[in-house]
């Protein structure tokens, strides 16, 4: 993986992931937005402006790819790169849950 673009995605916004992690299937913005509402139990809502400069960026840099348009929708799915992104983020999470885990700050 390039340099440059793990400087720019590690560690991801809480965005950025759900997006990426939508596009591990095929969606189109409101679908994933729609998505991402009930992953996170309404705690995160994106609103468009996010939505499509994320795809747009993610899709500069090769994270994501269009598939298909249907009806002024246009599609979307993570590229290798991109789901090599998230991986190196799903580790991170986890390794941050775990090292909480348990943990009780006492400061």
């Not at 560690?11 to 596009?23: A, K, Q, V």
């Not at 309404?42 to 402006?49: A, L, T």
């Not at 348009?69 to 799903?90: N, P, S, W």
């Amino acid at each position: 993986m390039d340099e440059k673009i793990r400087r720019i995605y590690c560690p991801m916004t809480e965005s950025g992931f759900y997006i990426l992690f939508c596009l591990q299937n095929e969606m189109h913005g409101y679908d994933i937005t729609r998505r991402v509402r009930e992953l996170s139990g309404g705690e995160v809502v994106i609103s468009p402006g996010t939505m499509y400069g994320s795809l747009s960026k993610m899709e500069k840099d090769g994270l994501i790819r269009p598939t298909r348009e249907e009806d002024k929708r246009k599609f979307y799915r993570a590229t290798e790169l991109g789901l090599q992104v998230l991986a190196i983020e799903m580790l991170r999470i986890e390794r941050l849950y775990q090292n909480s885990k348990g943990e009780i700050w006492n400061g």
